[in-house]
């Protein structure tokens, strides 16, 4: 099977940016299965009802991590209501594209980062 990454794509993946940890992050959200090899962590810091700060951890092939990376940067400052709008389609719009066999690998940075708003915003409920 021949996979063709477009330019975008494959600078996201040797130069993913904001990967890492969040310390005392506000919230985080993981997607995947470490039994099957492949799982996004995302952290995010919030201010404001924004996304100050997103870093992530991700195991899985070149596109995700070029999703992880791409998302990283269209939610960074957006809203929490506007991340949230956020859809595995439109990362891969962001990336300009990925291969069909690789559309899969898109699936679940988008989840994680919902995962990782809706832990933030039961962390800021007031505890009973
Ligand atoms: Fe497993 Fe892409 S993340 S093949």
Known sequence: MNIHYNDNVIMHFLEPINVGVLENSDGEGIVGDMTCGDMMVMYIHVQDE?????????????????TCSALSEMAMNKTLGEALAITDE???????????????????????????????????KPQL
């Open 90 to 124: 439109d990362v891969i719009r962001y990336l300009g594209g990925l291969p069909d066999p690789k559309a899969h690998c898109s699936t679940g940075a988008a989840s994680a980062l919902h995962q990782a708003i809706a832990d933030a915003r039961a962390r800021q």
């Open 50 to 66: 924004r996304l100050a700060d997103i870093k992530y951890q991700v195991f899985g092939c070149a596109a995700a991590i070029a």
